[in-house]
């Protein structure tokens, strides 16, 4: 029995993969089976954020695993905490919780907005507003903060509290939060599964402006728009605000599974003894990873990220079969006259691989991938689009 064949009489039927088997992989190119190399432009959905086998993480990694590769949360390691002041000094936030992916840190976000507002305002105050579009998990209660209907269908009842407003659209938003006891508003700033949609930087500013006058938490959603994807560390940072919550994962490990919720000062001490857990959160091993990665997206890394995202864009826009390209950094979506799939399947053909979001072909390359790979891969994205 092949591994397509084994896959698909074994694993449960929850993804409709490419028909590409991946088996090793160096930097942005791997290979199949049959030794066909591909560039890759998804970075396992922006997780592996210096590329395959990145030579730094496996050393973090490979010698962590020979000291300590787990330990329970009722001790102390030096990993998880030495991570968790990484990231508070690098974004100003002032504690984390550590768990296993971004559904998890979104869970505990909500978790700390509710207990906050609880604890200020009433029991009551519980509501969360998120926006139309939106994608926050697959857990119930991270399905019940997306907004959006399709995703909704099949597991009734939701976890209830949250309503959902027109994104980059103030006046709804506000509508929404004075309606209902609220607690909290929970944003993208790129609306990633959505269609890789950018908010506009005077509806981000309006609604934390708005958070802060009415002591409503502000959540930003960093799941995928992390740890250098947008061009600068977290994707609020390009917006000039500071969230009361963020919650991030898939690029923070590496390649590893590992979810972070950073708390603010408002909220930095709102979860006490046994309010929250993780078995695996602050994995020894996955956190030596997370520090690899931090301790290298750096202005110069960003810079870089910036630049590529321009010539990716400069060399899209207005291609033959494209019609529009979205997004920010090296996360990209770029709408097409053919129907996404047809130019994934194209690209694939060629020896790229690509995804989609919505109606968009997707792209998510490593931070570092090289200009001449990069240039490469958008060339062949390029013939795939033309009609």
């Known amino acids: 029995m092949d591994i397509k064949t084994m896959d698909r009489e074994y694993v449960a039927n929850t993804y409709a993969r490419f028909p590409v088997q991946i088996v090793s992989g160096k930097g942005s190119v791997v290979c199949d089976e049959t030794g066909k190399e591909y560039i890759d432009m998804g970075s396992g959905i922006g997780v592996t954020a210096f590329g395959i086998a990145d030579d730094a993480w496996q050393a973090a990694v490979t010698k962590q695993l020979g000291m300590l590769q787990h330990m329970s ?40 907005a509710r207990k906050y507002a609880a604890e200020k305002k009433g029991p009551e105050y519980f509501t969360i507003v998120t926006l139309k579009n939106s994608f926050h998990g697959r857990t119930i209660t991270t399905l019940a903060a997306t907004g959006q209907d399709r995703f909704h269908a099949l597991f009734q009842p939701l976890t209830p509290g949250f309503v959902h407003a027109e994104a980059n659209n103030f006046a709804d938003v506000k509508a929404q939060a004075l309606a209902n006891k609220t607690a909290a508003i929970l944003i993208e700033c790129v609306q990633g599964e959505g269609g890789v949609i950018g908010l506009e930087n005077d509806f981000v500013r309006k609604v934390a ?16 728009t992390g740890n250098g994807r947008t061009g600068a560390l977290y994707a609020w940072m390009n917006y000039g605000i500071q969230p009361d919550i963020a919650s991030t994962a898939k690029g923070l490990g590496g390649g590893l599974p590992l979810g972070a919720t950073m708390l603010g000062e408002k909220v930095k001490d709102v979860l006490g003894s046994g309010d929250h857990g993780s078995t695996f959160g602050g994995n020894p091993v996955c956190c030596a990873g997370a520090i690899s990665i931090l301790q290298r997206i750096d202005e110069s890394l960003l810079r870089e990220v910036r630049e590529k995202s321009a010539y990716v864009f400069s060399a899209l826009q207005g291609a033959a079969g494209v019609e529009s390209v979205s997004g920010m950094g090296l996360m990209i979506g770029v709408k097409t006259t053919k129907p996404a799939a047809e130019v994934v399947a194209g690209c694939i053909e060629k020896g790229v691989l690509c995804l989609t979001a919505k109606e968009k072909v997707r792209l998510l390359p490593a931070l570092n991938i090289p200009m001449d790979t990069l240039e490469k891969a958008v060339g062949i994205i390029a013939e795939a689009c033309a009609p």
């Open 73 to 112: 949360n009722l001790y102390y390691t030096e990993p998880c905490a030495k991570l968790a002041q990484m990231l508070c000094e690098r974004t100003g936030m002032k504690k984390v919780f550590f768990s296993n992916s971004g559904a998890e840190a979104n869970e505990c976000a909500i978790k700390a």
């Open 209 to 224: 402006a708005f958070c802060a006058e009415q002591d409503l938490l502000l959540i930003v959603d960093e799941v995928q």
